[in-house]
């Protein structure tokens, strides 16, 4: 069984910065060979994608958030980060970490997701 547990969300002003966090667990689990990627859903709208990062490091981000966030990955930890600065209002969503073999997959294990707001 995978479990990854999203973390570090919260309430923040524009311009403000937040770190998320997600923690990968599963006996079986090979964290290492998985990309690992970031997505969100504001209300009323559909999930989108926003970061993602592959085995070997490569990263790919949405238009909306390539040069203000920052995916990282720390295997030894089993943990995917995604650092926010220069936040918006309209980056308020529930954001979800997920999980899938391939540089660009059809994602296998999702988290629960944690809520960012940013007021204006």
């Known amino acids: 069984q995978v479990q990854l547990v999203e973390s570090g969300g919260g309430f923040v002003q524009a311009g403000g910065s937040l770190r998320l966090s997600c923690a990968a667990s599963?006996?079986?689990?090979?964290?290492?060979?998985?990309?690992m990627g970031w997505f969100r859903q504001a209300p009323g709208k559909e999930r989108e994608f926003v970061a993602r990062?592959?085995?070997?490091?490569?990263?790919y981000y949405a238009d909306s958030g390539e040069e203000r966030f920052t995916i990282s990955r720390d295997n030894a930890q089993k943990t995917v980060y995604l650092q926010m600065n220069s936040l918006k209002p309209e980056d308020t969503a529930v954001y979800y970490c997920?999980?899938?073999?391939?540089?660009?997959?059809?994602?296998?294990?999702w988290g629960q997701g944690t809520q960012v707001t940013v007021s204006s």
């Open positions: 997920a999980s899938g073999l391939g540089p660009n997959p059809n994602y296998d294990y």
């Open positions: 599963g006996r079986t689990f090979r964290f290492s060979l998985y990309t």
């Open positions: 990062i592959t085995r070997s490091g490569d990263t």
